[in-house]
T-cell receptor, first 117, second 114 residues
């Protein structure tokens, strides 16, 4: 099946630094990718929709200057957490849709656990 | 508006006994419905999906779910639980609109005891 790869799987950083998380579709093209955030023992909350070649669409309450999303190619979207603070510590998961499939099934990455000290 | 409600936050079963994880949805359109499983510190794995074909959907690892429009339900079942089934399960709805993201339920933690 289709594979979505996230990197890094775990990252620990100091408060005030920026962290970039990559999401790659390995064997399909994805014009649309989604970024989710999951707090411990909670559900996934959609943060933003990443569109190849255009600006991301952010959900209400998500700071676009805080969570920078770039979708520069059909196989790569990046999420940069800028000036990270401890409250940004979370599990971030991306998903991608195969642009050529009519079913539009979403495939998920393994997630990236961010810990901000 | 679309939403999904998982009726139980935690379900405990013994190995070898049936599993029932309940899910109700609300959707203005004919939805696509999914069940995903998440093992600790792992990403999401698709168990099964309903996309307006057969109402009884069979998935991986012996799981199945039945779409009941009259009850707006999409409960997940398995005849016999295995220890490896212990995980977090999410019921998910996607309105049948192109480009629309998924809406997740709050999840049900399944515990399996020996």
């Amino acid at each position: 099946g289709a594979v979505v790869s996230q990197h890094p799987s775990r990252v620990i950083c100091k408060s005030g630094t920026s962290v970039k998380i990559e999401c790659r579709s390995l064997d399909f093209q994805a014009t649309t990718m989604f970024w989710y955030r999951q707090f411990p023992k909670q559900s996934l909350m959609l943060m933003a929709t990443s569109n190849e070649g255009s600006k991301a669409t952010y959900e209400q309450g998500v700071e676009k200057d805080k969570f920078l999303i770039n979708h520069a190619s059909l196989t790569l979207s990046t999420l940069t957490v800028t000036s990270a603070h401890p409250e940004d510590s979370s599990f971030y998961i991306c998903s991608a849709r195969d642009s050529l499939q009519s079913t539009g099934e979403l495939f998920f990455g393994e997630g990236s656990r961010l810990t901000v000290l | 508006a679309q939403s999904v409600t998982q009726l139980d936050s935690h379900v405990s079963v013994s190995e070898g006994t049936p599993v029932l994880l309940r899910c109700n949805y609300s959707s203005s359109y004919s939805p696509s419905l999914f069940w995903y499983v998440q093992h600790p510190n792992k990403g999401l794995q698709l168990l099964l999906k309903y996309t307006s074909a057969a109402t009884l959907v069979k998935g991986i690892n012996g799981f199945e779910a039945e779409f009941k429009k009259s009850e707006t339900s999409f409960h997940l079942t398995k005849p016999s639980a295995h220890m490896s089934d212990a995980a977090e399960y999410f019921c998910v709805v996607r309105p049948n609109q192109a480009g629309t993201a998924l809406i997740f339920g709050k999840g049900t933690t399944l515990s399996v005891s020996s």
